[in-house]
């Protein structure tokens, strides 16, 4: 049989095992002889991810474990490290697409030569997650790669440490000599204290600082940057210059510092397309929130509340009145505690420009179903309506199936249909109740 493959250039042969994942273009090399040596050069996307999550399989097969002395871990750390190592040996591709570790691991050896691997193959994206390994008495592994020039990480586009350790002094490295990088993420770095994030030919665009908890005084400085996620304790926070910013997510202790400044943030607040608040740990007075400054282009709200208060509507009721031309709203209720008034209404307040809203964490109250009763009614556009009675702190969770099949799941769902009938024109969205298959 002709071989025609064995005929194309090497350089289209590289271009298109680079396109599979490695163990795709390992396993395509039975189709040609060539694709074996060629496999080598392959320049794509190299993922290792911990798809079972082993300390929490360990955690569910031993609960007395201990995670540094348990056999099953340290085995299968062993395997995963005999895994990765063999095939970045075997690349001799000067440079790479992205490398993507997430994996308990412990070793600092084998992660300084990761780190050092990606410097020298001028890796674009470089992933390294591990949140699974953090245990007591075990410190964070510090990224601390060595450059032999300022160009060698030139070619970084996209950096994301999670619970891995990062000095300031790299830190401002990377932001000064990675003139590509548009995407940061550092979640868990505990060395990070004074952070500025500037530099004279910065392009960052996302930028996602969470659970920094040494971090006391952010200067972000960049002109570029278009969307900013942060979840932090109570700090200083010098927005020096965001022009481009356009969407926004706050958490954590820094956000009632937020709202109870909104004023000082004037410069960049009207520019605002996405606002995401997690008000969960937040308590605002009445009349500081019906003095709130006003989202002019503001086009997607998402709250997230605990009904701790009287009024767990308020903060909702005073944002949208700031907000004319909000598109999309999405509420979360978590926590609840009975009694809650719903005091404030939204009954002479247009949304004209409102088309859809979810609201997750319904509970069916007479609150809930007059609050949306209201905002249905003022909400002349609305398209479409998600009403998902699972309390929000069981999304994503296994817990979250167990309670779609409660009975306060069921009940707050019948009262969800029970609305959907009296708003025919509106698109709405609830939930089955989860039946499992043995059951059916």
Same mark, same amino acid.
């Given at each position: ?182 995407? =940061? ?5 505990? #060395? &990070?204290?004074?952070?500025? %994030? $500037?530099? !004279?030919?910065?392009? @960052? ?63 960049? =607040? ?5 606002? #995401? &608040?997690?008000?969960?740990? %937040? $308590?605002? !007075?009445?009349?500081? @929130? ?63 420009? =409102? ?11 007479? %609150? ?73």
């Amino acid at each position: 049989m002709d071989d025609r493959i064995s005929k194309l250039p090497d350089d289209i042969l590289i271009c298109i095992l680079s396109r599979l994942t490695i163990e795709e273009a390992a396993r395509a090399s039975i189709l040609s002889y060539r694709w074996r040596y060629l496999r080598r050069f392959f320049t794509g996307s190299l993922d290792f991810v911990d798809p079972y999550k082993i300390r929490r399989l360990a955690i569910l097969s031993d609960p007395y474990y201990k995670c540094e002395d348990n056999y099953f871990i340290r085995a299968k750390r062993r395997n995963f490290i005999n895994i990765v190592d063999p095939i970045l040996g075997l690349l001799q591709t000067k440079s790479l697409q992205q490398l993507r570790i997430c994996y308990p691991v412990n070793s600092d050896y084998d992660v300084d030569s990761w780190v050092q691997f990606a410097v020298d193959k001028r890796v674009q994206r470089l992933e390294l997650d591990f949140s699974e390994s953090k245990t007591e008495g075990h410190e964070l592994h510090t990224f601390s790669p060595y450059f032999k020039t300022t160009s060698s990480f030139i070619s970084l586009v996209s950096l994301r440490l999670i619970d891995v350790d990062i000095p300031e002094e790299v830190l401002h490295y990377l932001l000064c000599y990675c003139p590509l990088l548009e995407v =940061l993420t550092l979640k868990g770095a505990e #060395k &990070l204290i004074r952070v500025r %994030v $500037s530099g !004279p030919s910065l392009k @960052l665009k996302y930028l996602e600082l969470r659970d920094l908890p040494n971090l006391s005084n952010l200067e972000i400085n960049a002109p570029n940057l278009v969307s900013f996620e942060f979840c932090a304790g109570e700090l200083i926070v010098n927005f020096k210059h965001v022009p481009s910013l356009v969407e926004m997510s706050i958490e954590g202790d820094y956000c009632t510092y937020f709202v109870y400044t909104l004023h000082q943030f004037s410069s960049f =607040l009207p520019q605002l397309r996405t606002l #995401k &608040l997690n008000l969960m740990a %937040v $308590s605002v !007075p009445e009349d500081f @929130l019906n003095s709130i400054p006003k989202f002019p282009n503001l086009k997607h709200l998402e709250m997230t509340l605990a009904n701790g208060d009287l009024d767990c509507y308020h903060p909702c009721v005073a944002f949208l009145k700031a907000s004319p031309l909000l598109q999309e709203f999405t509420f979360k209720l978590s926590h609840t505690v009975d009694p809650c008034a719903y005091v404030q209404n939204i009954k002479d307040h247009p949304h004209l420009n =409102l088309r859809a809203v979810s609201f997750i964490g319904f509970e069916g109250r007479e %609150v809930d179903v007059e609050f949306l009763k209201d905002l249905l009614g003022n909400a002349v556009r609305l398209e479409k309506m998600i009403i998902d009675p699972c309390k929000y702190h069981f999304m994503g969770s296994p817990g979250m199936w167990y309670y779609r099949r409660s009975e306060g799941y069921k009940c707050a769902r019948k009262r969800a249909i029970e609305l959907a009938d009296k708003f025919p024109h509106v698109e709405f969205v609830i939930p089955e109740i989860f039946v499992p298959l043995a059951d059916r």
